[in-house]
Nanobody, 125 residues
Framework: QVQLVESGGGLVQAEGSLRLSCAVS??????MAWFRQAPGKEHDFVAG????????FYGDSVKGRFTISRNSAKDTVYLQMNSLRPEDTAVYYC????????????????????WGQGTQVTVSS
């Protein structure tokens, strides 16, 4: 059984930092990604990483502020979020794909078969 378990969300002031973690069990992934969903909005692609090779991809709104990484020994992917803004407030979801996709397709939530339960990130102004 595949499980993705997120942790690390919370409340932080603007310009602060948080680190999200996603522990994976049950199968080997090709791509791990983070999406977020603010109230009344669609899921937005935040960041993605190829498990083999470590290539990374970012949404335009988080480039230069967020960093995705993975620890293969721990089967865990991280999202380091710096310089947080109130507009970053959302539920953040970890997602896993068993296939590799291009830099364009990696941003589509339809490419991911498995999802975590989500963790709330709230940034106050």
């Amino acid at each position: 059984q595949v499980q993705l378990v997120e942790s690390g969300g919370g409340l932080v002031q603007a310009e602060g930092s948080l680190r999200l973690s996603c522990a994976v069990s049950g199968r080997t992934s090709a791509i791990m990604a983070w999406f977020r969903q603010a109230p009344g909005k669609e899921h937005d692609f935040v960041a993605g990483i190829w498990w083999s090779g470590g290539s990374t991809f970012y949404g335009d709104s988080v480039k230069g502020r967020f960093t995705i990484s993975r620890n293969s020994a721990k089967d865990t992917v991280y999202l380091q979020m710096n310089s947080l803004r109130p507009e970053d407030t959302a539920v953040y979801y970890c997602a896993m794909s068993g296939l590799y996709y291009t830099a364009t397709d990696i941003r589509s939530r339809q490419r991911y078969e498995y999802w975590g339960q989500g963790t709330q990130v709230t940034v106050s102004s």
